[in-house]
């Protein structure tokens, strides 16, 4: 591609972006070197990019580099980042870099581009299940997995973009024809600085040709309407006014795309609940501004399955109901994860990042049978249930495991309760990821039947 072909680019991260975003680099034209601080990680890239520099370490761009394409988590306080930023070498993300590939193609792709705190990872599986519904040739890409510069060159026609507020913060020219605005609570506040930054981030989506966000999130409603998308549209959990996308009675809603169109009923969506009503809604939206039937929303939405650690039930033993929802990492996405049961057993805690739970339990006391605590902050939130909810048993569990922690709720449950797990916290001073923590649930409460 032109503008990269003789160009020196460093690639500043080692893990599957980086990877990619150096692959399309090389086919571009463009000389590339790779850094990271782990060894191990260039080790294994030496076989797969041949011909590309592999540098440990590095905090400042070699000498005549013109371009940093980083990994999304590198904040730009980085020593090398910031080294570039001084330098006055260009810093960009992988999915800026696909963003302008995709420019200098005779027949881009269309871009419909989600985020938010909570949800993306189910709004935008949805999206792409309604898009496949209706014959599109679109995938699913982003922070979901598949990195966005390896979509662009396979030849996808839509793009169902997942993007992260890190994601967002390196990709300054992105301008997807729709994107939506899902939730806004605190998170990566250690990241961004404050809510306000974060928020602004997250706002990138709203630049193109429509943007759509949660009538019902005040903060989102305001990044709405400030933001530069040509048309504004939203969704709400309640009766959707003209412009909106809504629930009336049992079934969803379009009045923004269509003159009352029904969309299929309630109890048809999964996850069940309101949070995966909100990302059905926001889904229908996008899928709608680009042009999509009723019928293949209907569809799509009805084939769609939630993927693993979403609020699945993993487990039911003497009547308990347990409930693997480890993708709640943040008080936002417990918040909802709790919500949708009557009494809980809350099993949560990990790394909290800088954010407040007193709201999540103020809001949530009046269904909790009792709580139990693990991981690296699990002080942080017994205080907060000590101010905010005294009257809730809590067990506080210093150096334990999941088995411990299962073991510990169900000695508190009874028949008709659920036991959550929705930790409101990061999962790594305990676990790999939220997919590890998830796995080791899932295992202690299929333990549960041989214990007394």
Request: charged share 20%.
């Amino acid at each position: 591609m032109g503008f990269l072909t003789g160009r020196r680019v460093l690639v500043a991260g080692a893990g599957v972006t980086g990877r990619s975003a150096a692959e399309a680099l090389l086919a571009a034209g463009a000389t590339v070197a790779v850094t990271d601080g782990s060894a191990d990680r260039l080790a294994a890239l030496e076989q797969l990019l041949p011909g590309v520099e592999l540098v440990p370490g590095l905090t400042e761009p070699p000498v005549g580099t013109d371009l940093v394409v980083t990994s999304p988590g590198w904040r730009p306080d980085n020593p090398l980042l910031a080294a570039a930023a001084r330098a006055g070498v260009e810093v960009i993300g992988e999915v800026e870099l696909a963003w302008r590939m995709g420019g200098e193609l005779a027949d881009a792709p269309t871009w419909l581009a989600v985020t938010g705190t909570n949800g993306k990872t189910t709004t935008v599986g949805m999206l792409e299940s309604i898009l496949r519904a209706a014959g599109v040739d679109a995938v699913a890409c982003g922070n979901v997995g598949l990195p966005v510069v390896d979509a662009l060159l396979a030849g996808h026609r839509v793009l169902a973009v997942e993007l992260s507020s890190f994601q967002l913060h390196w990709s300054p020219s992105v301008r997807p024809f729709a994107g939506v605005l899902l939730n806004l609570a605190e998170d990566h506040l250690d990241w961004h600085g404050s809510l306000e930054a974060y928020g602004q981030a997250k706002s990138g989506v709203l630049t193109g040709e429509v943007g759509v966000a949660n009538a019902d999130d005040p903060l989102v409603a305001a990044l709405l309407a400030d933001a530069p998308a040509k048309a504004h549209v939203s969704f709400t959990l309640g009766e959707p006014e003209e412009g909106q996308l809504g629930v009336r009675g049992s079934e969803l809603v379009d009045r923004a795309f269509g003159p009352d169109t029904v969309l299929l009923p309630v109890d048809e969506v999964r996850p069940a609940g309101p949070p995966g009503l909100a990302d059905a809604l926001a889904a229908a939206s996008l899928a709608r501004a680009f042009g999509v039937s009723a019928e293949a929303v209907r569809r799509g939405l009805r084939d769609f399955r939630p993927g693993a650690h979403r609020a699945v039930v993993v487990g039911e033993v003497d009547g308990v109901t347990y409930v693997n929802d480890s993708k709640a990492t943040n008080p936002h996405a417990a918040d909802a994860s709790l919500r949708s049961h009557d009494s809980v057993v809350w099993i949560a805690g990990g790394l909290l990042k800088g954010a407040s739970v007193d709201e999540l339990v103020r809001a949530q006391a009046h269904r909790l049978r009792a709580v139990v605590l693990i991981g690296a902050d699990r002080e942080v939130i017994a205080t907060a249930l000590e101010r905010e909810a005294p009257d809730v048993p809590v067990t506080v569990l210093a150096d334990a495991t999941m088995v411990d922690a299962v073991r510990a709720a169900r000695s508190f449950a009874r028949p008709g309760d659920a036991v959550v797990l929705a930790p409101a916290a990061a999962s790594m001073d305990m676990f790999t990821d939220y997919a590890h923590r998830g796995h080791a649930f899932a295992d202690a409460v299929a333990g549960l039947s041989g214990t007394v």
